[in-house]
């Protein structure tokens, strides 16, 4: 039951100021007979035969009615107008709550990208034309050009020939820069590959640098620092920036496909949190598998917690992995649980469901 409100105020004999949550009004009258109006256009009179119970009310409304049909399509209009806008706002709420959804999905399937696999044995045997002091690809298709080069009716009647032959030629000398440039890029990447294939180091890093293969993690904030003791193992730490990038609050639709906006539950954001780290742990390690011959790549995925002891935010490891090439190409991409797979290789990792992840410590690397 609702709760009402309403009081009145004697201002003359018979005449009364009516005031309640809804309106303000005025009655006058005398016994049998009043009438009263009130700030929403109402207006009633009541008649009565005192000591009958008998009376009689009418009221009426200040609100016009309208009988010409532009009116009444204006009326029609304006309706119209507040559902297509109720309209919109459904599928504004429908469309942020698909952005928030696709969100997570990313969040959670980032281990399922990697690079195209290397072989730099096949890239250090690869040959060009000018090994062998022959014409080049670009070369050869534009003398081809002009070789089959068969002028139009109009060219002939504009005697522009000689000038589309002159341009044939022209792009013949361009094409002879062009291979020369694509021969000088090949015997650079000729060089890096016996380098890779020789364990340099260097080379490694070069590599890493010109492919960037983790950029597109960029853009979720992370950062990352790669170390390389042994030509055979990298080490890569990686910076999670969880408060860029786990949203704190959830957006699902109403029954009346309404937008709702709530605090995520803490047992929810951190599950998303574990499964990002874990994703983006095995992404590293796909991608370094992919461009190098590693046979070991851990990976020390860092973020800021408070330490309790000293009162401060740091940057501490909160996972710290070390995958093996083989075991990491025997997991299914497409259906393993991140979290779930760090099982399948040694790691340090203090996760509660209710509290998240702990401070732990690096694996050692043993040369």
Aim: aromatic share 8%; charged share 30%.
């Amino acid at each position: 039951m609702g709760l009402g409100f309403r009081k009145s105020f004697k201002i003359a004999p018979g005449v009364r100021v009516n005031v309640s949550h809804r309106s303000v009004g005025v009655s006058a009258g005398v016994k049998g007979l009043r009438h009263s109006v009130n700030s929403r256009g109402q207006s009633r009179t009541t008649a009565s035969i005192p000591g009958t119970g008998l009376s009689y009310t009418s009221t009426s409304s200040s609100k016009r009615k309208y009988k010409s049909s532009a009116h009444n399509n204006r009326q029609q209009l304006v309706r119209q107008q507040k559902e297509l806008a109720k309209l919109e706002e459904l599928q504004r709420a429908k469309h942020e709550v698909e952005v928030f959804e696709n969100k997570i999905d990313l969040i959670k399937s980032i281990h399922k990208e990697c690079d195209d696999t290397f072989d730099w044995y096949e890239i250090s045997q690869s040959r060009h034309p000018y090994h062998t002091n022959n014409q080049g690809r670009n070369e050869l298709e534009a003398m081809s050009k002009l070789a089959n080069f068969k002028p139009t009716f109009m060219q002939k009647m504009l005697k522009t020939v000689d000038k589309e032959e002159q341009k044939l030629r022209d792009e013949i000398i361009q094409a002879i820069e062009q291979d020369k440039l694509e021969f000088e890029e090949l015997k650079r990447t000729i060089s890096i590959a016996n380098k890779v294939l020789q364990e340099d180091v260097d080379a490694y890093f070069q590599v890493i640098d010109e492919l960037s293969p983790l950029d597109d993690l960029l853009e979720f904030g992370s950062g990352f620092e790669f170390f390389i003791e042994d030509p055979r193992i990298l080490e890569v730490d990686f910076n999670v920036h969880s408060k860029n990038i786990i949203p704190t609050q959830q957006k699902t639709l109403t029954k009346t496909g309404k937008l709702s906006v709530k605090d995520m539950p803490k047992t929810t954001y951190f599950d998303i949190y574990q499964d990002y780290v874990c994703s983006c742990a095995i992404r590293i390690a796909r991608d370094m598998f992919a461009i190098l011959p590693f046979e070991q790549v851990i990976v020390n995925a860092m973020d800021e917690l408070l330490d309790t002891s000293t009162g401060r935010v740091d940057s501490v490891p909160i996972l710290s992995v070390k995958f093996e090439k083989e075991k990491l190409n025997y997991l299914n991409f497409e259906t393993i649980d991140c979290s779930d797979s760090m099982s399948n290789f040694v790691h340090n990792m203090n996760f509660k469901k209710t509290q998240g992840f702990k401070p732990v410590e690096k694996i050692q690397i043993n040369l």
